[in-house]
């Protein structure tokens, strides 16, 4: 049973323009949400979050959206850089519990 | 800051042998520590949560007496894979968490462990 989907397994975009990931979840106990960027043979790197008691949240070049109703999430990027390909997981958390649910994961891929 | 380091980075080992993967938080303290495996091409799979100074909280279907897991202070955990077979061969990523301020998970480089 997979709770986190991310349904797009890559995705390319030209440089400069915007990178739309998207994620969906299926467990309304999920009150916790993370993207993490991953590189081959590296630990996921932290890069935004979002509480659901809040619909968006913006740091610099990344905005993560919610949408409670639908269960879904997007991670909007922009610009778009080349270093910013990699994967990209999508994490879910039921904060009582603390563990974190990911999704398959999306390649995206800048082109200059 | 929120820095975790793993070591070693890579191990070969030969089957049978045991091998421990030390998780370190760096520059903060983790009241709960994760170890995740990730095998090519797939995504993270929890394998274990511990919490300083309790017992290790093992998902369905990972062996408890295979993957040993201490957690001795809150700046380490280890994971031990005992009597390592070729299907232990894997990436093995910590994080960790302290949940005092945020559930964000910071999470280690990872250890690639390659079973002869």
């Known amino acids: 049973d997979q709770q986190v989907k991310q349904n797009s397994p890559s995705l390319s975009v030209q440089e400069g323009r915007i990178s739309i990931l998207n994620c969906d979840y299926t467990?309304?106990?999920?009150?916790?949400f993370l993207w993490y960027k991953k590189y081959p043979a590296e630990g996921p790197t932290f890069l935004i979050s979002?509480?659901?008691?809040?619909d968006k949240n913006e740091d610099g070049r990344f905005t993560v959206f919610l949408n409670k109703s639908a269960k879904h999430l997007s991670l909007h990027i922009v610009p778009s850089q080349p270093g910013d390909s990699a994967v990209y997981f999508c994490?879910?958390?039921?904060?009582?519990?603390?563990?974190?649910?990911f999704g398959q994961g999306t390649i995206l891929t800048v082109h200059p | 800051g929120a820095v975790v380091s793993q070591h070693p980075s890579w191990v070969i080992c030969k089957s049978g042998t045991s091998v421990k993967i030390e998780c370190r938080s760096l520059?903060?303290?983790?009241?709960?520590m994760f170890w995740y495996r990730q095998f090519p091409k797939q995504s993270l799979m929890l394998m274990a949560t511990?919490?300083?100074?309790?017992?290790?909280?093992?998902e369905q279907g990972v062996e408890k007496d295979k993957f040993l897991i201490n957690h001795a202070s809150l700046t380490l955990s280890t994971l031990t894979v005992t009597s390592a077979h070729p299907e232990d061969s894997s990436f093995y990523i910590c994080?960790?968490?302290?949940?005092?301020?945020?559930?964000?998970?910071?999470f280690g480089p990872g250890t690639r462990l390659t079973v002869l």
């Open positions: 467990n309304s106990m999920f009150d916790y």
């Open positions: 979002i509480s659901s008691i809040k």
């Open positions: 994490a879910a958390s039921d904060t009582s519990y603390g563990k974190l649910t």
């Open positions: 520059d903060f303290q983790a009241t709960t």
């Open positions: 994080s960790a968490m302290w949940t005092t301020t945020t559930y964000t998970q910071y």
């Open positions: 511990s919490n300083e100074g309790s017992k290790a909280t093992y």
